[in-house]
Nanobody
Framework: QVQLVESGGGLVQAGGSLKLTCAPS???????WGWFRQPPGKEREFVAV????????RYADSVKGRFIISRDDAKDRVYLQMNNLKPEDTAIFYC?????????????????WGQGTQVTVSS
């Protein structure tokens, strides 16, 4: 079973930046990669996704223009660059993927998940 490991979370002031990294524990056939987050007391929600070839992306409206998702298949890494962070971005962030995920896959269609990394934005 593939495991994903997120890193790069932390505490940052509003307006600051963080870069999250996701790495799989082993090589497998991965398709689209997604980032999701779960704010305190709320359900997990979609943040961003990058297509299998890395050329196409999609973002939640709340992060559009501030976050950038990218993938480096040579290094088996997926990144989420988060700029101009706001207190409402505070959440546990998760990366996810699967062999059949696409740019429009729902959360239930992702097979592999990381354990999450905490992002806290202070005002």
């Amino acid at each position: 079973q593939v495991q994903l490991v997120e890193s790069g979370g932390g505490l940052v002031q509003a307006g600051g930046s963080l870069k999250l990294t996701c790495a799989p524990s082993s090589r497998d056939s991965f398709s689209a990669w997604g980032w999701f987050r779960q704010p305190p007391g709320k359900e997990r929600e979609f943040v961003a996704v990058v297509s299998r070839n890395g050329r196409n992306t999609r973002y939640a409206d709340s992060v559009k223009g501030r976050f950038i998702i990218s993938r480096d298949d040579a290094k088996d890494r997926v990144y989420l660059q988060m700029n101009n962070l706001k207190p409402e971005d505070t959440a546990i962030f998760y990366c996810a993927t699967g062999p059949r995920t696409t740019l429009w896959s729902g959360i239930e269609q992702y097979d592999y998940w990381g354990q999450g990394t905490q992002v806290t934005v202070s005002s």
